[in-house]
């Protein structure tokens, strides 16, 4: 059958890193809390470069090792919570950096299920249209919108981005066998960043944008509760039972919560890959990040499957039941 498949994935993170220690001299905390409450033991921090930088030298990568050309390139999402700009998109600012005449670009905005919407969502793009070959990419510079005097939320965030190069081709299995997208809107405010005023008064003018705010633990419970019931809804779609799954690709969010998460499941903490220690939640771009270090570690063999899952800001919640 036609189908799609992932050629090439690639993740890029700013080289400063800030470590647990580092942040003592901004705020009332400590590695020994940091670590033990999330697993994150630094974050990479960008100096200067916005999202779409990051992204850009993502989609670079990609196109170096899969040897694709820019114009070969029908469809660029970009998965982002903290993007340059309202407009210009970040996706469209990448599809001109890199060249890719022939696409159509633009972003998605799910937060932490972002990458995980913006897979699914060029998948049925492709597989509805006369493309073949997409860019998907989550990329974030959370830094920017992080009040770095708020313990509660600043020590869990870094920026990074990450991607994969889709394309059409003839195989035996579908490369989502099966998917489950969540929206709980009603829980909107739980999570809340770069919030905007409408202004009373007219003229109006032109106001920044609110720092990071997130109800912790509200959010961590809707994250055990609901991420465990959207893998079996996934699991179900494609057939299979929980146990058939290799690895559980999760938001890296939090360590406390992804282990939560696999108790629930009954399934081994070896299935499910972290990176949290290395990199903390880079929202939309932690599951590219994390597909890329487990292809990078020979993890992933042709024939398994793999459950991705992000959870997040809407609040939202999405998983992709993925054959390799
Ligand atoms: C998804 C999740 C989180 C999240 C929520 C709570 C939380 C991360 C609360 C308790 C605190 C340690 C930190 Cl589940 C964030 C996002 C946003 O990307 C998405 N950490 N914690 C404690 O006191 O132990």
């Given at each position: ?139 974030e510079v959370l830094s920017k919108l ?159 499957t793999v459950a991705m899952s992000g959870f997040g800001g809407g609040l ?9």
């Amino acid at each position: 059958m036609q189908d799609l498949k992932i050629v090439g994935t690639a993740a890029y993170v700013p080289p400063l890193t800030v470590s647990n220690d580092d942040l003592t001299t901004l705020m009332d905390t400590s590695d020994e809390w940091i670590t033990s409450r999330t697993g994150i033991r630094q974050r990479h921090i960008s100096q200067g470069e916005n999202t779409s930088e990051l992204a850009v030298k993502v989609g670079q990568k990609l196109l170096a090792q899969t040897g694709y050309s820019a114009d070969q390139i029908d469809l660029i999402i970009v998965a982002t919570m903290s993007p340059d700009a309202y407009t210009p998109s970040t996706a469209a600012i990448v599809q001109g950096k890199l060249g890719a005449a022939n696409a159509v670009a633009f972003d998605l905005s799910a937060a932490c299920s972002g990458f995980v919407f913006a897979l699914e969502t060029a998948k049925n793009i492709l597989k509805a249209s006369a493309g073949t070959t997409a860019l998907v990419i989550g990329a974030e510079v959370l830094s920017k919108l992080v009040d770095w005097h708020d313990r509660s939320t600043a020590v869990l965030f870094g920026d990074g981005a990450g991607g994969v190069l889709l394309t059409t081709e003839e195989r035996a299995t579908p490369l989502v066998a099966g998917s489950d997208l969540r929206t709980m809107g009603q829980l909107n405010d739980k999570i809340v960043a770069g919030a905007t005023t409408s202004g009373t008064s007219f003229p109006k003018q032109v106001t920044g944008l609110t720092s990071f705010t997130m109800a912790g633990r509200d959010v961590y419970k809707f994250a055990t509760n609901e991420v465990p019931k959207s893998i079996h809804r996934a699991a179900q779609k494609a057939g299979i039972e929980v146990e058939q799954i290799d690895y559980f690709l999760l938001h890296q969010a939090n360590a406390r919560i992804i282990k939560q998460i696999a108790k629930r499941l009954a399934q081994p903490l070896a299935k499910f890959p972290l990176n949290i220690d290395e990199y903390g939640n880079t929202a939309a771009a932690s599951e590219p990040i994390l597909l890329n270090d487990v292809v990078n570690a020979g993890k992933l063999k042709p024939g398994m499957t793999v459950a991705m899952s992000g959870f997040g800001g809407g609040l939202s919640v999405g998983t992709l039941i993925l054959n390799f």
